[in-house]
């Protein structure tokens, strides 16, 4: 059983975490996975918590907070009507079996790998957000099959390996095919629960050695709820401020954060 004292410092920064998270993800739109998995990783390795299989924890426990997050996000957007739930029924086998897939994949890599995988892509999902244009098209409709099945099956792959719900990925390909950027946001809420529900029940099923205290598999309880209940507090608070100021230029400072925090993971990665 972990000392009091040992569990403190981790709840504290857990509760900046989630705060900052609720912040971010209200303000700018974007996930929370994306900001949870690097503030895990670091805060856990400051604390002392390593292992071969840190990332691992990581990745599941932000998986975690997604299952929750997505669906009251997924009920608030179809209250509004704005979901898309063909896209929905169509991209939904492939989204689960290439989460469940993702998920057996990253159990069996290292933590380094999963490392670079995520610092890869969120470097890309960086400079997408800083130089990306609404105006780019792939095309005026959604692919048909089989291009559908591959996109939703890359899209749910990825996704899992990385922690984050469906947006990063969905949100933007979803636009490049013509999908109004409001729809593709209520329609990717939906992805995040169909990515993470299959994710967090294998990661629950995954040994993890020096883990950190309370971790179930690779999922940290501790990390879940705090955040959670942090995110659901915060996240109102950037939504307002968003309505109050111009999220433009914000959201052009968060992908050159996003950048470098990928850039830093990546560097660790190399060893440098």
Known sequence: MPELADLLPMLAVLLVIGAFAGV?????????GIVLVP??????????????QLMQVCVATSMATIVITSLRSVSAHNKRGAVDWEVLKTWGPALVIA??????????????????VFGALAGL????????????????????????????????????????????FGVPLMTLYGLPIHRAVATASGFGVLIAVPSVLGFLLLPVADAPPYTIGAVNLPAFLVVIGTTLMTTPLGVRLAHAMNPKPLKRAFAVFLTLVALNMLRKVLGW
Do not use: C, E, N
Request: no cysteine; glycine share 24%; proline share 2%.
């Open 24 to 32: 971010v993800g209200g303000l700018l739109g974007v996930g929370g």
């Open 39 to 52: 503030a895990f990783f670091y805060a856990f390795g400051h604390l002392g918590y390593g292992g071969d």
């Open 99 to 116: 989460a469940a897939v993702g998920t057996f994949v990253a159990g069996k890599v290292s933590s380094m790998t999963l490392q670079a």
């Open 125 to 168: 999902a960086g400079l997408w957000m800083a130089f990306g244009r609404d105006a780019w098209r792939l095309g005026d409709k959604m692919p048909g099959q089989p291009v559908r099945s591959l996109l939703a099956g890359a899209v749910g792959f990825f996704s899992a390996m990385m922690g984050i719900g469906g947006g990063t």
